[in-house]
C-alpha cells in the first residue's frame, strides 16, 4: 500500500500548450535530454527537419512526418516520474489535442518572447482555463529581441485572464540578454554568448547585493535598469501563493532559451515541484481517491491503424487511481465486460514498451476490441462508478462530404459514421437543401486528410471534400417555429446533427450578433456536448 502511495506522490503529468515554433518541440527534447531518457539534442522531431517524432505511428504520420495524433513520454527527474502529454500544434491540431488536456494534472505554456500570446496557446489556455489546472509559462527565444517584459506580462493577464506572478526577470534579450534575475534566491544568473548552448549549471550566479561583481558581469547600465525592474515588480506583481496557482489562477513565469539551455533547469526544478500529483477526479458516485488501491482509467483518445496488418486500435487511458497489473481483471464499464487489458504499453522515450505495471497519473495504451470509446470508464470488478464525460469541441472547420461513386451510399454512411463514433469527426446535414448532403466538421483541418484517407483505406470508399468558410457553430437554443425561417446573413448556414438538432454556422463571429439582431427570440448557445 505505501509503495503505491509513495509511486503516486512522485506522478506529475503535464501537457505543453503554445502555438507552433514558440519551441514546444525543443523544450521537450531539453527535458528528456536533462532526465537522461534521450542523449543528443535533435532526437524529437523538428517540423522543419521533418524526421519522424518519438510518437509518430500512423502510416499517414510516416508519409507526413508530423504527428497525427498525441500520446505520451515518461521521464524521471528530480525525484519526480514526469509523463509529458503530447499535444499536436502544428496543422495536426485536432480535437485529440483538446481531449489529451483533459488527462494532465497540468500544463506548461510556452511563449515566443518575441510575439507574445499566439491565437492557439490562447485556444489550448482555454481548456485548461474551462478545468482549472495550474498553468506554468515559459518565455521562449529570449535569446532573440522580445517584447517588454511588463508588455508581455499584461499580454497574457488581459488576452488570458490570468495573474501572473514573474519568478524570474529576464536581463535584456536578443544581444543584448545577459541572463535572469531570480527573485527568490535575489541572484543574477548570467548567459553568456560563449556558454550558450552548453548544459547548463555552468554560468555563474551573483547576488544582487554584490553590485560590482554585477556590473562587472552584465554591464553597469543592465545591472542599473534591472535594479529599478526588481523594485517595480516587488512593489507591482502578484505576491507568489501555491494555492492560487493550483486553482489556475495565477501562472508563475519564467525566462529562457530552450535552443540555448538557459533557464531551463531552473523552469524544471521549479515547476516539477510546484505541480500537483494526481489529484482525486469527479465520478458518477463523487469523487474517487487516487491513492486508493483500486486501479481506475478513463479513455481519452482512440487511434485507429497503428498496425496496418492487423487494423487494430489503440485506445490511450489516464490511470487516475490505484496500480495497474497487466495480469489483473478489470472492468469496463459501458459494457459491463470484465477481462484483461490486451497488450497494455507505455510510450518512453522511441520505443513503445509492453507494461507490467503502472500508477495513477500514468497514461498507457491498450488494444481496443472494437468496444471502448473516448470517456470510457475501466476499475476494478466490483466497482460500479464511471468518471465524467469527455466534452465534445466545438468544430472550427467544415467541408461538405460527396462519394464519388454514388452506388457506394451504404458504405460510405457507415464508414462515415464509425470515424465520427471514434471522434476524429462530428456529422451533420445540411437543412433546407433538399438533398441528403453530409457536412463534416473538424477542429484541425488535417482531420479532413485523415478521413479521407481512412475512407478509402478501410470502407474503399472515394470522396471529394469541398470545404466551406465556416468556423462559428452555435446550437439553437429557443426558436418559435422552423429553423427554414431564421433571417439568416449570406455568412450563414443552417444544419442539424444526426439527431435532428438544428445547428447554424457561420462565417464569423459578427455574423452571429447580426442574426441575433434579425430574429426576435432566437436563442443560441455555444457548441458543446
Ligand atoms: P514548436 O514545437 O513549438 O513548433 O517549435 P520548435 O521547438 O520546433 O521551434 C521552432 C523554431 O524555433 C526552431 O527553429 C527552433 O530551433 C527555434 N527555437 C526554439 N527555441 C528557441 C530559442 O530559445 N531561441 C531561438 N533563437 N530559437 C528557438 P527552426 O529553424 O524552425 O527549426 P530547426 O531547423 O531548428 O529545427
Known amino acids: 500500500m505505501s509503495d503505491i502511495r509513495e509511486e503516486i506522490e512522485k506522478r506529475r503529468t503535464f501537457a505543453i500548450i503554445s502555438h507552433p515554433d514558440a519551441g514546444k518541440t525543443t523544450l521537450t527534447e531539453k527535458f528528456l535530454l536533462y532526465s537522461g531518457t534521450i542523449n543528443t539534442a535533435g532526437s524529437v522531431k523538428g517540423k522543419a527537419t521533418a524526421k519522424h517524432a518519438v510518437s509518430d505511428w500512423m502510416d499517414i ?25 503530447d499535444t499536436p500544434g502544428h496543422q495536426d491540431f485536432s480535437e485529440d489535442t483538446y481531449r489529451t488536456l483533459m488527462a494532465a494534472d497540468s500544463a506548461v505554456m510556452v511563449i515566443d518572447g518575441g510575439k507574445g500570446v499566439e491565437p492557439q496557446t490562447r485556444k489550448l489556455f482555454k481548456v485548461c482555463a474551462m478545468r482549472h489546472i495550474p498553468i506554468f509559462t515559459f518565455i521562449n527565444k529570449m535569446d532573440r529581441d522580445a517584447l517588454d517584459t511588463f508588455d508581455i506580462l499584461d499580454d497574457i493577464e488581459k488576452n ?29 544568473l548570467t548567459y553568456s554568448e560563449t556558454l550558450k548552448g552548453t548544459k547548463e549549471g555552468v554560468e555563474n550566479r551573483i547576488p544582487v547585493s554584490d553590485r560590482s561583481a554585477l556590473s562587472a558581469a552584465i554591464g553597469e547600465e543592465a545591472t542599473e ?12 506583481a502578484e505576491s507568489f501563493d501555491l494555492e492560487e496557482v493550483k486553482a489556475g489562477m ?5 525566462f529562457g532559451s530552450a535552443l540555448q539551455n538557459f533557464g531551463v533547469e531552473i523552469f524544471m526544478h521549479e515547476f516539477l515541484k510546484m505541480a500537483p500529483a494526481p489529484e482525486a477526479r469527479k465520478s458518477d458516485m463523487g469523487l474517487i481517491d ?4 483500486d486501479f481506475s482509467a478513463f479513455v481519452f483518445k482512440i487511434q485507429a491503424n497503428t498496425n496496418k496488418a492487423h487494423r487494430d486500435r489503440i485506445a490511450f487511458m489516464r490511470i487516475c487511481s490505484g496500480k495497474f497489473r497487466s495480469d489483473m481483471n478489470v472492468k469496463h464499464v459501458q459494457s459491463g465486460r470484465v477481462a484483461r487489458l490486451s497488450q497494455p504499453q507505455q510510450i518512453i522515450a522511441d520505443d513503445r514498451k509492453t507494461l507490467d505495471e503502472a500508477y495513477a497519473g500514468d497514461i498507457m495504451g491498450v488494444i481496443d476490441p472494437g468496444i471502448y470509446a473516448i470517456g470510457d470508464t475501466f476499475c476494478m470488478p466490483k466497482d460500479k462508478y464511471q468518471y465524467e464525460g469527455i466534452p465534445t469541441f466545438a468544430p ?12 457506394k451510399r451504404e458504405k460510405f454512411v457507415k464508414g462515415i459514421t464509425q470515424i465520427a463514433q471514434e471522434g476524429a469527426i462530428q456529422i451533420f446535414r445540411e437543412i433546407g437543401t433538399g438533398m441528403e448532403e453530409i457536412i463534416c466538421g473538424v477542429v484541425g483541418v488535417l482531420q479532413f486528410d485523415v478521413l479521407k484517407f481512412r475512407l478509402e483505406n478501410e470502407y474503399n470508399v472515394e470522396i ?21 425561417e431564421i433571417v439568416g446573413t449570406s455568412d450563414m448556414k443552417r444544419i442539424e446533427d444526426l439527431k435532428g438538432n438544428p445547428l447554424l454556422i457561420f462565417v464569423n463571429e459578427w455574423s452571429v450578433g447580426m442574426v441575433l439582431d434579425r430574429n426576435k427570440g432566437l436563442e443560441l448557445a455555444e457548441f458543446s456536448r
Not at 504520420?61 to 502529454?85: H, M, P, W
Not at 471529394?464 to 427554414?484: A, F, S, T
Request: some cysteine.
Open 250 to 254: 495565477l501562472t508563475p513565469v519564467f
Open 61 to 85: 504520420e510516416k508519409q507526413r512526418g508530423i504527428s497525427v495524433t498525441s500520446s505520451a513520454l515518461q521521464f524521471e527527474y528530480d525525484g519526480c516520474v514526469a509523463n509529458l502529454l
Open 290 to 293: 487516487p491513492y486508493s488501491s
Open 225 to 236: 535598469k534591472l535594479m529599478g525592474e526588481v523594485e517595480l515588480i516587488d512593489g507591482a
Open 464 to 484: 471529394i471534400l469541398e470545404q466551406l468558410p465556416y468556423e462559428h457553430i452555435r446550437w439553437v437554443k429557443e426558436w418559435n417555429g422552423d429553423v427554414k
Open 160 to 188: 488570458l485572464g490570468v495573474a501572473t506572478c514573474p519568478v524570474n526577470w529576464p536581463i535584456g534579450s536578443g544581444k543584448n540578454f545577459r541572463g535572469i534575475y531570480d527573485r527568490q534566491l535575489k541572484d543574477v
Open 396 to 407: 472550427e472547420h467544415f467541408a461538405r462530404v460527396r462519394q464519388v461513386d454514388t452506388m
